[in-house]
């Protein structure tokens, strides 16, 4: 059974941090891109980062370059997103997600809130 778990969300102020993990199971991890998404209210859902191949070679949204960074643990099919100087911007569900072709799998979701 296929399964993508977030955790590491909740409520942070503005300048805070938060990482944020996405732990798979049920497939072969290390051959999939792995993607950050983002969906605020009633906002559609954005690519927030990617990271993908044998180097884990990343791409970022320019509103998170230089303050997310996108990382991998294959030993523990686990991708991470620390988040570093959040703002009230970054409120969103986070979501998880392994890409590879035609098959495409999503975690259900971890709330960030950026408040003070």
């Known amino acids: 059974q296929v399964q993508l778990v977030e955790s590491g969300g909740g409520l942070v ?3 805070g941090s938060l990482r944020l993990s996405c ?3 049920g ?4 051959g999939y891109a792995m993607y950050w998404y983002r969906q605020a209210p009633g906002k559609e859902r954005a690519l927030v980062a990617r990271i993908t191949g044998p180097d884990g070679s990343t791409i970022y949204a320019d509103s998170v370059t230089g303050r997310f960074t996108i990382s991998s643990d294959n030993a523990k099919n686990t991708v991470y997103l620390q988040m570093n ?5 970054d409120t969103a569900v986070y979501y998880c997600n392994a890409y590879r072709g035609r098959v495409s799998y999503w975690g259900q979701g ?3 809130t950026v408040s003070s």
């Open 23 to 25: 732990a798979a199971s």
């Open 27 to 30: 497939f072969t991890f290390s």
């Open 110 to 112: 971890t709330q960030v």
């Open 85 to 89: 100087s959040l703002k009230p911007e």
């Open 13 to 15: 102020q503005p300048g």
